[in-house]
């Protein structure tokens, strides 16, 4: 069974910056692995994803152009950069993979395409 865990949540203010990380046991190379987040009662809200064969990316329109994510192999590690950060985007944030095989652009950012996720770590934005 993969391992995912995440660190690099803090506490930051409007405009700051994070960089998460997300540790995987096993890291496999051709898989689709992403980043979600939750908010105290919303649903959980797919933000990127990274082929990690390929480096192809997809993005939420909520973090396009604000939020990087990328993929290491030599070190079994997925990141995402979150740049001008919002109050909004306070959340826990979550890593997760697809399983091998995954296909379909529409479904790459539905918590429900992923079956191996991280424990979270929190983000959270003051004004």
């Known amino acids: 069974q993969r391992q995912l865990v995440e660190s690099g949540g803090d506490s930051v203010h409007t405009g700051g910056s994070l960089r998460l990380s997300c540790i995987a046991s096993?890291?496999?190379?051709?898989?689709?692995m992403g980043w979600f987040r939750q908010a105290p009662g919303k649903e959980r809200e797919g933000l990127a994803t990274?082929?990690?064969?390929?480096?192809?990316?997809f993005y939420a329109d909520s973090v396009k152009g604000r939020f990087t994510i990328s993929s290491d192999y030599s070190r079994n590690a997925l990141y995402l950069q979150m740049d001008s950060l919002k109050p909004e985007d306070t959340a826990m944030y979550y890593c997760?993979?697809?399983?091998?095989?995954?296909?379909?652009?529409?479904?790459?950012?539905?918590?429900?395409?992923?079956?191996?996720w991280g424990q979270g770590t929190q983000v959270t934005v003051s004004s």
């Open positions: 997760a993979a697809a399983p091998p095989g995954t296909y379909g652009e529409q479904a790459l950012l539905k918590p429900f395409t992923y079956n191996s």
């Open positions: 096993p890291y496999d190379y051709d898989i689709w």
């Open positions: 990274i082929y990690t064969g390929l480096g192809t990316t």
